[in-house]
């Protein structure tokens, strides 16, 4: 049976808005601007597309396979170009939507909710994300279009939905955020030798949306003790479900993409997900959303079997951000 979680009493009520003014108060005392804060003209961040230093990393679920470590290196420097191009284009694509479900999120809270200020200052952080994803796309030089026809037809539809359910609204955030903030965090752990320029993005990005991914943990947990048991029920099935479809928008790539990269079709099919490699690095993605699916109350029997369907079950996390290693 499903448990539902009691987080409606004023103590927790009050430790929630506390959470939300300090999460605030963070984004006034550190936040970034994508111009002032990236010295794009700096000579050491100039996109010379044949620097092998765009060749993918290991964390690369594509950038680990036989295929890839095997091509000339100006190839894989070229793919490992395109393919941080294309992901960085997604990504802000995604943002976009995010902004403008905010804005509708926004638009429907009554005076006095404290979730106004902090998903505000998200928007505010958000559109300075989708300028530098986007400055480093154009200086990239590559033609990316980023999600799939599909996703790009039907992307703007979804913000709809965070005004009447914005319960479903921050489950969708959060499998757009958690997939890059994973990628993003593992590469910048293992020190590679990144670019300068993508590791500065890198970096201003991960420590601006551990607030963002924190204030979805936060809403998610404490909304969801005013979910009727029917709602409840079906969001738990629909959960993974759209987990797994915005993973994949982000990460697989598009048919285009992979025209232009000139990816096999065996290659696709083993690295999108049919090796245990790869098939483990997509579970791990899930770690965290699969913890705060727990004590929000959205694991049942039933869900269980669509998260093993989805291929995104496993081991929790004990606490965010826990490395998959730790966790092993
Ligand atoms: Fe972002
Ligand atoms: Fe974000």
Redesign the pocket.
């Known amino acids: 049976m499903t448990t539902t979680p009691h987080r409606s009493d004023p103590l927790d009520r009050l430790a929630y808005e506390d959470r939300l003014r300090t999460l605030s108060e963070a984004s006034v005392e550190h936040h970034f601007d994508a111009f002032t804060d990236i010295s794009w003209d700096d000579p050491a961040y100039a996109v010379d597309p044949t620097d092998r230093r765009w060749r993918l990393p290991a964390e690369d679920v594509l950038g680990r396979t036989e295929w890839y470590r095997s091509l000339p290196e100006a190839e894989q420097v070229r793919i490992g170009l395109y393919r941080q191009a294309c992901v960085t284009k997604v990504g802000l694509q995604f943002?976009q939507l995010?902004i403008a479900g905010i804005m509708n999120f926004a638009f429907a809270l009554p005076n006095g909710s404290p979730e106004f200020r902090y998903s505000t200052h998200?928007a505010t952080?958000?559109c300075h994300?989708t300028q530098m994803f986007q400055e480093f796309v154009n200086r990239s030089g590559q033609d990316v279009a980023g999600g799939s026809t599909f996703f790009r037809a039907t992307a703007m539809l979804l913000p709809l939905v965070a005004r009447r359910y914005p319960h479903a609204f921050f489950w969708g955030?959060l499998a757009g955020?958690e997939p890059i903030d994973h990628l993003q965090k593992s590469v910048l752990r293992a020190g590679h030798d990144t670019h300068p320029l993508l590791r500065r993005i890198m970096q201003i990005h991960v420590a601006?949306?551990a607030r963002?991914?924190g204030f979805a943990h936060q809403y998610l947990e404490h909304s969801s003790a005013r979910l009727g048991r029917g709602e409840r029920f079906v969001l738990s099935l629909l959960v993974p479900v759209v987990m797994r479809w915005l993973c994949n928008e982000i990460l697989v790539p598009s048919r285009k993409a992979r025209r232009d990269m000139g990816i096999p079709d065996e290659v696709m099919k083993e690295v999108y997900w049919r090796s245990p490699g790869s098939r483990k690095f997509l579970r791990d993605l899930f770690a965290d959303v699969r913890m705060l699916a727990e004590s929000a109350g959205m694991m049942n029997p039933l869900s269980r079997r669509v998260w093993r369907l989805m291929k995104i079950d496993g081991r929790s996390s004990r606490f965010r951000s826990e490395p998959a290693s730790a966790a092993a």
């Open positions: 943002e995010l998200e952080e958000e994300h955030v955020e601006e949306e963002h991914i």
